[in-house]
């Protein structure tokens, strides 16, 4: 019962982490896009709003290069409860950050909530390892794929009661802020949860002999391009993760503006995104598996992910957008998931936890910069940031074409190379 709780705990860290970055974009984006008059953002103009939003949402990512692998180094030495309580404290003041933001219309609790993110980043990962602690060798994998679950909900509720909360037109007590409160609420509650229950390290854990290295996210970032094979499913990813980043955090404002989308029928409209989340990790990429390699599934997820981006712009506010956003979250994550096992694939098994690091950097790198981008091209066309994913993935594809197959990727010396900084 004991291990059962500290599970459902660890999961709830993992969801809570996925609501917040999935609700900031749906409920931000139509107060930036349509401020009330004296409130967040209002004195200034639509397109240095638009620069303001991708850079706030960039510094984030940007932050979390260094800080995400700091963190988890850390939480080898001592402990995971330590780390668990600053990431998730951090956690629910930069939701209490952005509520204050918005109810205030103080730029300064915006630009605060974006910093602690970045500093407090990796309680996804953390809240991962405490689970692999916890559980037996043979079920590690089940509790990894529960935490993936556990993501994926958050992708799909955050967006929706993020939604709901902020819009006084469906409900009528609600607030942009609100959500933000909620949020914040629960980090708060889940600090204290795992202050009361955790169990702390145990004093004879062995302590890695390594030092710490503070630039691990950005040695690790540099380091995936040393390597041929690496090198080549990092271009590939990372291209993916610039137009992804463009089209999910865009998305919302393209909305607000093009079509007048209120802030519960985003939320919902990225809620089906989520859906297509769970379908894909929970049933899809296990089936298709079984039949295709990692290298044909993640070239036809770049691909469809590409026509789903182009097409949900084109769709209107009809069906069809919400059948093309299910899918579009479908592909992606088959894509994901995919190259995922790319990056496996192309190291030895005494590689792995170094490929991992890796691929999360690519991750941040790529948001960093799309974000701050994007937001540059918003404030010159609000079709701008779409076709800017549409054209990245769509090459992120092409690119994809040049990668090996498997056995030469089996007998190509380069898979001896040391990825090492």
Not at 104 to 113: H, K, Y
Not at 160 to 167: E, N, P, Q, R, T
Not at 314 to 322: D, E, K, P, R, T
Not at 341 to 346: G, H, K, Q, V
Request: one cysteine or more.
């Amino acid at each position: 019962m004991k291990r059962t709780f500290q599970v459902a705990l660890q999961l709830l860290v993992v969801m809570l982490g996925a609501m917040t970055v999935a609700t900031i974009a749906p409920v931000l984006a139509p107060v930036v896009a349509h401020p009330p008059q004296h409130g967040l953002l209002s004195d200034f103009s639509p397109s240095a709003r638009s620069l303001l939003y991708g850079l706030l949402l960039g510094i984030q990512p940007l932050l979390a290069i260094c800080s995400a692998p700091l963190l988890g180094q850390l939480s080898d030495r001592i402990g995971r409860k330590v780390i668990l309580l600053y990431t998730m404290s951090g956690l629910a003041l930069a939701n209490l950050g952005m509520a204050l933001a918005i109810s205030t219309g103080w730029v300064v609790f915006l630009i605060a909530s974006g910093v602690i993110r970045g500093l407090t980043a990796g309680n996804h990962a953390v809240a991962q390892a405490a689970l692999v602690d916890s559980c037996p060798p043979e079920r590690k994998a089940f509790y990894l794929s529960l935490s993936l679950v556990a993501s994926s909900v958050g992708f799909l509720a955050g967006p929706l009661l993020g939604g709901w909360l902020a819009d006084s037109t469906a409900i009528s007590w609600s607030r942009p802020s609100l959500p933000f409160y909620v949020l914040g609420a629960g980090g708060l509650l889940t600090v204290v949860l795992l202050a009361l229950t955790m169990p702390g390290a145990p004093r004879d854990r062995p302590k890695p002999v390594e030092p710490v290295d503070p630039l691990s996210g950005l040695r690790a970032l540099a380091s995936s391009f040393r390597d041929r094979n690496i090198g080549r499913v990092s271009l590939v990813f990372g291209l993916m993760q610039v137009a992804w980043a463009a089209y999910f955090l865009f998305l919302p404002m393209f909305l607000a503006t093009t079509e007048g989308f209120s802030h519960s029928r985003i939320g919902t409209l990225m809620a089906g995104m989520g859906v297509g989340f769970l379908v894909s990790y929970g049933v899809g990429l296990p089936v298709l598996a079984q039949f295709w390699s990692s290298r044909t599934i993640a070239r036809a997820g770049l691909l469809l992910t590409a026509a789903g981006i182009a097409g949900s712009a084109l769709a209107g506010n009809g069906v069809l957008q919400w059948l093309l956003i299910v899918l579009t979250g479908f592909v992606v994550s088959i894509a994901y998931g995919a190259i995922l096992t790319l990056y496996s694939d192309a190291v030895d098994a005494t590689r792995q936890g170094q490929i991992l690091g890796i691929s999360i950097a690519v991750v941040s790198g790529a948001w960093a910069v799309s974000s701050m981008v994007t937001g540059y091209f918003q404030s010159i066309s609000p079709w701008a940031p779409i076709w800017f994913a549409t054209a990245f993935m769509t090459l992120s594809f092409v690119v994809s074409l040049a990668l090996p197959p498997p056995k030469e990727e089996a007998g190509d010396p380069a898979r001896s190379e040391s990825i090492a900084a």
